[in-house]
């Protein structure tokens, strides 16, 4: 079992609607989450980071289920522009105390007119 | 430009060549890590520093990559005798470490080993 583990997609969905993405964790020591966006070609860039108690920064949710070792992203009234793939990274505790961040593959959403 | 940068964004070589990047990171940051990605894949860590110090390095990576970091500013990543297998976009990111752990990532180099 993979240590982040998304569903790949692609999502496609039409302007206006609303997307939801999951990734799951396996290490119980994970201690941070974030969600990043890459657009084709380009390189990754922090979308939001994903707390407890859930955020929300403008259409965009995160949420975190600690119990269920899962974090989410939902994204509303979707626009063109948020066509990129989606990228959930966990921060982990290594044997050593080391923190390492693992990657998951990554979601392709595709909004279309 | 603050961010992060790295040079070249492009290289063609051909295999058994060796090649380096240099990657500069947010100058207050200390902590500086190497991706590669390939397409349809998330970026595969590689190795990172805390300051100039290698604190670690994937068992991935074969002994023909290495990377430095002499002054704990810039860094560079080298692979020797280059082969087809290592095309993929080689990133650089920065962070001021700690929990938030945030990543500011450089645009990348494409290599292509021929």
């Known amino acids: 079992r993979k240590e982040v583990e998304q569903d790949p997609g692609p999502f496609n969905v039409p302007e206006g609607a609303t997307v939801a993405f999951n990734c799951t964790y396996s290490?119980?020591?994970?201690?941070?989450f974030f969600w990043y966006r890459q657009d084709c070609r380009k390189e990754p860039k922090l979308l939001m980071s994903?707390?407890?108690?859930?955020n929300e920064d403008g259409r965009f949710t995160a949420q975190l289920n600690r119990a269920s070792q899962y974090i989410s992203l939902l994204i509303r009234d979707s626009k063109l522009s948020d066509s990129a793939t989606y990228l959930c990274?966990?921060?982990?505790?290594?044997?050593?105390?080391?923190?390492?961040?693992?990657w998951g593959l990554g979601t392709s959403l595709a909004v279309n007119p | 430009d603050t961010g992060v940068s790295q040079d070249p964004r492009h290289k063609i070589t051909k295999r058994g060549q060796n090649v380096t990047f240099r990657c500069d990171p947010i100058s207050e940051h200390n902590r500086l890590y190497w991706y590669r990605q390939t397409l349809g894949q998330g970026p595969e860590f590689l190795t990172y520093?805390?300051?100039?110090?290698?604190?670690?390095k994937s068992r991935l990576l074969s002994d023909r990559f290495s990377a430095e970091r002499p002054k704990g500013s810039f860094s560079t990543l080298e692979i020797q005798r280059t082969e087809q297998g290592d095309s993929a976009m080689y990133l650089c990111?920065?962070?001021?470490?700690?929990?938030?752990?945030?990543?500011?990532f450089g645009s990348g180099t494409q290599l292509s080993v021929l």
């Open positions: 290490n119980s020591a994970s201690q941070s």
């Open positions: 990111a920065s962070s001021l470490g700690g929990l938030g752990e945030k990543l500011f």
């Open positions: 990274v966990v921060l982990v505790l290594n044997a050593g105390n080391n923190r390492k961040l693992i």
């Open positions: 520093f805390q300051n100039e110090a290698q604190l670690e």
């Open positions: 994903v707390y407890s108690s859930g």
